[in-house]
Structure formats: structure tokens, C-alpha cells
């Protein structure tokens, strides 16, 4: 074997190794633990073989955790809620971000730049930092209901803080690049002379957009919804802080789990049905995408 | 090859009888884009069933002219009349007019048929009317039996097919065509060269063709505009542009050319000799506009005009210039020799094999006569 197939099965496994070592691993435990019992002890979960036993009781798992879901409606509430939220908010997203993403792919070069560069600023200020600015921006005593009363628009402050508007905002507000720059990617491809054609064969603007236009990005609205809604699903800081009590979001409900009542297991069940939550829209876009590569070809 | 419009009778092309109204006008045409002025005060007529070609560089205004035209721009000043009816701010989606795109922008997500129907569904068309226009549009193209086909399972000279069938079923009365040709190798430009041809004899819609290929605009169009920096240099059939060229830019831009500048020394009549010092020789020429005596002008000869002997021509109303082959080439149907005059200039040379022959008649180095008619020699003043 030359330095060039080593070279190469190196950056080959890499990633691979990489993905056992930081998802599959975890993965795993993760699994493994949400068929235990809880027990006070460290580690506070009953374990999946236990040597000491008898060969036939060797092995030990349940699946309380997962009945224990579908019974108490908590667990399906935030599930419920989560989704709702992050749909609505990947299509708030999506009404918001494609002007944009279209404006930018059609501006000069210069502007182009300028804008993506704008859109890219916020993630050089800390996550937490922005959300935490958004409190300051939302609460009773902040910018918003100061500058109205002040103006005498209102006479008590409005609650704006700890509302399931507060958190449709934050995660609006947080993951709209995530939107804009698959949309952007896809926009710029485009040929204009596509709508130029079909504005030359009888179609009037909207038309053009709705034939041409829309059609076409189809890729980008589905990578960026994609990308807004799979965060957005498990979320935990935006709804934490800015949040309100009936904003109880699934990651909300798994921090609780672990950090509060120390049910590891019941958690880890939470964890696992959250990600295959996720992965199935993962899986009708990586489906979408293959679909996409072939036509191309 | 000169063709003369359908629409007319064979004996008197439209544009010189002075009964038939032009088409389309183009009245003072100006577009100004933040300074640059790309198109400049054009004025054109164009008449119906006529396949005009406009002809020029790259950055030279032919593309921003048709787009004017399809009414993607809006010109600076200036009016663009089509049968009649003032065409200056109708949106594009209400002209009669439709465009052929230099990047055909077929519609990635649509199959052949749905490309071709659009149009046609945009207007309204009954159904049963949209599928037999469809049917017989693919058949002149070429394509039925592609109908379900997706652009990207078609081959280049196919997309260009679809796109120009998706234009023609809308019967429109002007069919602008950007760079129709450019995106094709060289086999199948010739073929569809003459498949465009044929198309617009069959339908008899009026072409606008944009290129910056002179061959193309030369073997499609009945008559060609050359642009040069937004304005109109010459108009005219393709033989009038490549016989008489008006300047040296044009001269230049149709085919090879030999150019000599010189000044006059001898004028009677019509005729006159002209000195041209960097080729040592006195050329001997004809002009129907008065030249004075002393004016420095360009002598332009085509190589195909030029005679190569090895013996001295014996008329002496000819041009005769003595050199020895420089360099020659074996085109197969002619042959290209460079020669190189005494004075040091290399002049250009087309002859055509006309013996079959494995043998070269002249070789390198050959000492040779070059002569040509007073006929063959283009004065130009500019």
C-alpha cells in the first residue's frame, strides 16, 4: 500500500471514527440506560448486566420508562407543545427569511456580501448573551414597555416576557440564518433567465414566482426548514429564559428529568423518543436530497 | 448565399421597395445604464418575414438591444413600434413578441411538453388546443416522442430545440433569438443553422437574431446590423457587408482581410492610384464618392481576390505586389498562403485547389506574383 491509499483511508475513517466516538457511543449508553431501573446509588440506574447474578438473572431490562411516557400526559403535553412550537416557528422562519434570502440573491456583489455579512454578525455575540439582551428588551421594566408608556401608547406594561410569543421570537430571532442561507445558496443559483422567460411567455410577476420561482427552491426551503426545526424541537435555553410556565418544552421537561428528580432512566427514554423525533424528518430529507443529486445527474 | 423574404415577391427585396411598410421600427433607441450608454440613438426597420441579423463584440449593446425589444428593458428614450403599435412600455408579458435565450432557460422542473404548453396555458388556451398546438410544434422541432422527457435528460441541441419550439407555439409576430447557435459544436451549428432557416421559411415569423459570429449572421440572415459600442455602423445584406464594407472595423470584423494604407496620388475619374508606402507598390482602385488628391486612405483586399502566380501578371490595369511564401496552409477545399512582400509585410492569400493533386503547386519560399482587379480593391476613408 503507497502514502496515497494510507492518506486516504486516513481521511476516510476519520469522520467515521469521529462519529462513533461522539454520537454512536453516547448513542448507545444513552439507549442503555433508558431500559434501567432508577436505584439511589452512583450511578443512579440499575445496570443492563449485572456479573455478580445468577447466568440466567444476569441480564436486566425494562421498559417502565417508556409505558410510564405514554401514561403521564406531562411527557406528551411537551412533546406536543414542542412541536408545535418549532413548526410554527420554522414557518414563521420561512415567511421572514425567504424575502430576505431572495433580496440578497438578487442585489449587486457588493451589496450581496454586505448583507450576508449582516445576516452571519449576531453568532459573533454568545448565544446565551442574545437571548439574556432579549429579556432586557422584553420585561415589564424593559425597552419595549418603557418606550410605550413613555409615548403614552399604554398605560400598564404589557407582559411580554415568559409568553409563548416571547419564545416564537427568540427562536425566530435565533435560528433565522439558518434559514436565510440555505434559501440564499439555492436563490442564487437560480437562472433568471428562467423567470425572464417565463415573464416572456405571458406570465405576470407573481405567476413567474409561483411557476418558477417557489418550485425551485424547493431544496432550499427544505434544508433551511429543516434546519430550524430540528434545534428548535429540542430547544431548551430560549424557552428556560424567556419562556413562561405553560411554555414547558420537551427540552425543558429533559433537563428536569435529569437535573431535578435524578431519573436517569426516564430521562433517557425522554431522549430517545425526542430523537426519533428527529430522525425521521431527517431521514425524508436526506431521501429528498438523494432524489435531488439523481435528477441532477 | 443571399435569401430573399418569404413574404415577398422573388424579384425586389422589402427594404428596397419603398411601397412595403416596415414591421417593426425602431425609432432613436437610447439606454443609459448609471452612465454607460449601451444602446445609442438607434433607428432600424425591419421588415416582415425578414430574418435580421445584428451583428457585434461582446459588450457592444446587440443584447441590451433585445432585451429592449422583448421588453425586458425599458429604454432610456426613444420608441420600438411593432405592427403598428407602439410597443415602448408594454410589460413583456403582453408582447407579441417572444425570445429564444442565449441559455435557452428550459424550465429545469417541467417535461418537454409542459416547457412548450406554458405559454400557451399563460394565455388560456383551451386544452384540447394546447395538446394538438404542442403536438405539431414538437413534431417541426423535431422532438415528439421527447414529449415526457425532463430538459436534463435531453442533450444540448434538444434544450435548444425545446426552447425554440416553446417560443414559436405561441405564434408570436417577432421571434428574437440570443446567440441561438453559440452553445453548440461546430457539426450541429451548421445543421441547425439551416433547420432555423427552414423553420422560418415554413412559419414566416419575423427573426431578430443577435450573434457575434459573423459566419452565422452571414449564412442565416437576409440583413445585418454591425454594432460597435451601441450604435449601428452598417446595415445591410450580407454580401453588401462583406463587399462593401463601409470602414475598417467592419472590413475587419467580416472574415480575413488585407489592409493597406496609403495616399493618393493620381485621381481620373472614377479610378485612382494609391501609394501605399508600406507595401512599396501603387495600388490601383475605384471609388464613387470624390477622392482629392493627398487624402490618406485604407486599401482593403480580400485574400480570395488575390491572384498568386510564380510569372508576372501581363495586364497591367492590375495591382501587382512580388514576394516569396511565408507560410502556407492545406485546407483541403483551399489553401492559405502568406506572403511576404519585398518591403516586409505579410499579405494573406486564398487559393482554391482546384487540380487534385498530391503535389504542392507552390512551396516555401517560392518567389510569387500577387495581383488583383480595380474592382478588388475597397477604399476606405475611415
Request: aromatic letters at 12%.
Amino acid at each position: 500500500m503507497n502514502r496515497d491509499d494510507l492518506w486516504r483511508r486516513f481521511v476516510i475513517v476519520t469522520p467515521y471514527l469521529w462519529l462513533l466516538m461522539f454520537f454512536l457511543i453516547p448513542f448507545g449508553l444513552v439507549l442503555k440506560i433508558s431500559f434501567a431501573d432508577p436505584i439511589v446509588a452512583m450511578p443512579p440506574f440499575t445496570s443492563l448486566f449485572d456479573f455478580n447474578k445468577a447466568p440466567g438473572e444476569s441480564f436486566y431490562a425494562t421498559l417502565d420508562n417508556y409505558r410510564f411516557l405514554l401514561k403521564d400526559d406531562l411527557y406528551r403535553i411537551s412533546y406536543l407543545k414542542s412541536l408545535k412550537i418549532a413548526f410554527f416557528s420554522t414557518c414563521l422562519c420561512l415567511l421572514v427569511g425567504y424575502p430576505i434570502a431572495y433580496a440578497i440573491a438578487r442585489a449587486s456583489p457588493v451589496w450581496r456580501n454586505m448583507f450576508l455579512f449582516l445576516i452571519i454578525l449576531p453568532f459573533w455575540i454568545s448565544f446565551l448573551l442574545r437571548v439574556y439582551a432579549w429579556m432586557g428588551i422584553l420585561s415589564t421594566n424593559g425597552v419595549i414597555n418603557n418606550l410605550l408608556l413613555s409615548i403614552g401608547l399604554i398605560e400598564q406594561p404589557l407582559q411580554l416576557l415568559y409568553t409563548d410569543f416571547s419564545v416564537y421570537l427568540g427562536i425566530v430571532y435565533s435560528y433565522l440564518p439558518f434559514m436565510v442561507l440555505p434559501l440564499y445558496a439555492t436563490l442564487a443559483k437560480l437562472d433568471f433567465d428562467l423567470n425572464d422567460a417565463a415573464a416572456d411567455l405571458g406570465a405576470k410577476p407573481l405567476t413567474v414566482f409561483r411557476d418558477v420561482t417557489l418550485p425551485l427552491s424547493i431544496p432550499g426551503i427544505i434544508s433551511g426548514s429543516l434546519l430550524v426545526f430540528i434545534p428548535a424541537l429540542g430547544e431548551f435555553v430560549i424557552p428556560a429564559l424567556l419562556g413562561g410556565l405553560d411554555s414547558l418544552m420537551i427540552g425543558r421537561t429533559l433537563y428536569d428529568e435529569f437535573f431535578g428528580n435524578r431519573d436517569w432512566p426516564l430521562a433517557s427514554a425522554v431522549a430517545i423518543i425526542l430523537l426519533l423525533m428527529l430522525v425521521v424528518p431527517m431521514m425524508v430529507f436526506q431521501h429528498y436530497q438523494l432524489r435531488e443529486t439523481d435528477q441532477r445527474e | 448565399m443571399t435569401q430573399v423574404s418569404p413574404a415577398q415577391s422573388a424579384e425586389k427585396p422589402a427594404w428596397l421597395d419603398p411601397a412595403t411598410k416596415p414591421f417593426i421600427r425602431v425609432e432613436g433607441v437610447t439606454k443609459n445604464f448609471n452612465g454607460f450608454t449601451a444602446v445609442d440613438n438607434v433607428d432600424l426597420e425591419i421588415y416582415q418575414g425578414e430574418l435580421f441579423a445584428i451583428l457585434g463584440g461582446s459588450g457592444c449593446g446587440k443584447t441590451t438591444l433585445l432585451r429592449i425589444l422583448a421588453g425586458f428593458e425599458r429604454p432610456t428614450s426613444g420608441r420600438i413600434l411593432i405592427d403598428g403599435a407602439d410597443m415602448t412600455a408594454v410589460p413583456p408579458y403582453e408582447r407579441p413578441v417572444n425570445m429564444m435565450f442565449q441559455s435557452y432557460a428550459v424550465f429545469p422542473h417541467m417535461t418537454v411538453e409542459k416547457n412548450v404548453a406554458y405559454g400557451l396555458k399563460k394565455e388560456g388556451a383551451p386544452k384540447a388546443e394546447i395538446q394538438t398546438r404542442v403536438k405539431e410544434m414538437l413534431e417541426l422541432v423535431q422532438l415528439d416522442g421527447f414529449a415526457e422527457r425532463k430538459p436534463h435528460q435531453l442533450s444540448g441541441g434538444q434544450r435548444q430545440r425545446v426552447a425554440l419550439a416553446r417560443a414559436l407555439v405561441k405564434r408570436p409576430k417577432v421571434l428574437l433569438l440570443d446567440e441561438p447557435l453559440a452553445a453548440l459544436d461546430k457539426k450541429l451549428r451548421e445543421h441547425t443553422q439551416f433547420e432555423l432557416m427552414n423553420i422560418q421559411d415554413q412559419i414566416g415569423v419575423t427573426f431578430i437574431v443577435v450573434t457575434h459570429d459573423q459566419d452565422e449572421a452571414m449564412t442565416l440572415a437576409t440583413r445585418i446590423a454591425v454594432m460597435q459600442a451601441g450604435r449601428f455602423i452598417q446595415c445591410g445584406t450580407p454580401k453588401e457587408i462583406y463587399e462593401y464594407p463601409v470602414n475598417r472595423y467592419v472590413a475587419d470584423f467580416f472574415g480575413t482581410i488585407n489592409l493597406f494604407e496609403g495616399t493618393v496620388s493620381r485621381v481620373e475619374g472614377e479610378g485612382m492610384e494609391v501609394e501605399c508606402g508600406a507595401i512599396d507598390a501603387m495600388v490601383k482602385a475605384k471609388s464613387f464618392e470624390t477622392i482629392q488628391p493627398n487624402t490618406r486612405l485604407t486599401i482593403a483586399v480580400r485574400p480570395e481576390k488575390i491572384s498568386i502566380t510564380k510569372e508576372p501578371p501581363d495586364h497591367n490595369d492590375k495591382s501587382v505586389l512580388k514576394g516569396v511564401v511565408w507560410d502556407l496552409g492545406y485546407h483541403g477545399n483551399l489553401s492559405i498562403y502568406r506572403v511576404k512582400t519585398d518591403s516586409g509585410v505579410i499579405v494573406q492569400v486564398s487559393a482554391q485547389n482546384r487540380i487534385r493533386s498530391a503535389e504542392r503547386v507552390l512551396e516555401w519560399d517560392d518567389v510569387v506574383y500577387l495581383s488583383w482587379d480595380v474592382q478588388s480593391s475597397v477604399v476606405l476613408t475611415e
